[in-house]
């Protein structure tokens, strides 16, 4: 099996999807999530079309997200990602408390920024199982491309 290469053409973005992996499109809160059947948590991404000129900052967006979240990082735990085609990601990672599951979280969240074009990317696994897809996951953010229509 190869990867292949998912199409949002409503958000404006596509992205690799590794071999094994599904796509389920979400007709709640939009967008796709991918997850191996095995696998220890899922990726959802989320397009936001933007003004075409209009380009965002996307550590600023990421920022912003988290603020709502309540979660509070440093600048240095923020990392800068180039994507083909002039975009930009901002990756973080983070532990949350689960309450109902008397456990803890982990997130690896981004936002993708291009002229016109924002997604937002959210992983989430069991805390202590993020080693098993961490790799996996940040190759598929690595690989989205805004402005698909």
């Known amino acids: 099996m190869t990867e292949t290469r998912y199409s949002d053409a409503e958000g404006g973005f596509d992205v690799l999807v590794p071999a094994g992996w599904t796509t389920e499109t979400d007709p709640e809160v939009g967008g796709v999530e991918l997850s191996h059947p095995d696998g220890a948590g899922a990726l959802h991404l989320i397009g936001v079309p933007q003004p075409d000129d209009e380009f965002l900052d996307p ?11 309540g979660v509070e990082l440093e600048d240095d735990e923020v990392e800068d990602v180039e994507l083909d085609g ?60 805004l402005g698909v229509e």
Do not use: I, N
């Open 59 to 69: 550590a600023e967006e990421l920022y912003a997200f988290l603020e709502e979240q």
């Open 86 to 145: 002039g975009a930009e990601m901002a990756l973080c990672e983070y532990l949350t408390d689960d309450e109902e599951e008397e456990g803890e979280t982990f997130w690896l969240v981004g936002v993708a920024t291009a002229p016109g074009s924002l997604v937002f990317a959210s992983y989430s696994c069991a805390a202590g199982e993020e080693e098993e897809e961490r790799e996996t996951v940040r190759r598929v953010l690595a690989s989205v491309r």
